[in-house]
């Protein structure tokens, strides 16, 4: 099993839709997470860090579920420019290293 | 402003030669990483460096080596290109204290003829 898992979709929406994705992580000793974003031929951005309260940024909104091991990323009112493919990030704790999942691909279509 | 960036963006190559892309960070980073990316496997981790003289196997090392002499660079040296290693390949870097956000370079398409 690997240690992040996630739908890699694609998840093809109209412009205004909210689409939610969910990250699955094997590890309990987990303590940090993160969203990244890459757009197609660039390189990974940080969107939003995930924290155990959860937490919003605009129309992104991340949770935190420990006892299930899973992180979500929810997307509210949809753009065309959120077309892009969205990594969960792990890191464990006292590492540097992160663990990625494939990666989930969004499509937002007019 | 500062900023990681990789060179050459693009490389042809043959099997057989041996093959260096560089990485160079102005961020004053003492994490650097590389990983290559592949449809189907999404990021993996080939080496990372927590300062200079430090160099560490991921989890896909073979083929592959690094080395730090400064803070700034972490070139990437395939000893004999394979056609398996035909990847596009990042750099990246965190901060040594919290270090958890990683900054990404721009990649480098590698072709292995």
């Known amino acids: 099993r690997k240690e992040v898992e996630q739908d890699p979709g694609p998840f093809n929406v109209p412009e205004g839709a909210t689409v939610a994705f969910n990250c699955t992580y094997s590890n309990s000793a987990s303590q940090s997470f993160f969203w990244y974003r890459q757009d197609c031929r660039k390189e990974p951005k940080l969107l939003m860090s995930v924290y155990s309260s959860g937490n919003e940024d605009g129309r992104f909104t991340a949770q935190l579920n420990r006892a299930s091991q899973y992180i979500s990323l929810l997307i509210r009112d949809s753009k065309l420019s959120d077309s892009a493919t969205y990594l969960c990030v792990v890191l464990s704790g006292g590492s540097y290293i992160p663990t990625f999942g494939r990666g989930t691909s969004l499509i937002v279509h007019p | 402003d500062a900023e990681i960036t990789q060179s050459p963006r693009h490389k042809i190559t043959e099997t057989g030669r041996q093959v260096t892309l560089a990485c160079h960070q102005t961020w004053n980073h003492n994490n650097m990483f590389w990983y290559r990316q592949d449809l189907g496997h999404g990021l993996r981790l080939l080496h990372y460096?927590?300062?200079?003289?430090?160099?560490n196997k991921g989890e896909v090392s073979d083929g592959y080596s690094v080395s730090r002499s400064n803070t700034e660079d972490l070139p990437l040296t395939l000893e004999s290109a394979a056609s398996s290693q035909t990847s596009v390949y990042f750099c990246?870097?965190?901060?040594?204290?919290?270090?958890?956000?990683?900054?990404f370079g721009p990649g480098t398409r590698l072709l292995v003829l």
């Open positions: 460096s927590y300062g200079v003289q430090d160099t």
């Open positions: 990246a870097s965190s901060e040594s204290q919290g270090g958890e956000t990683q900054y």
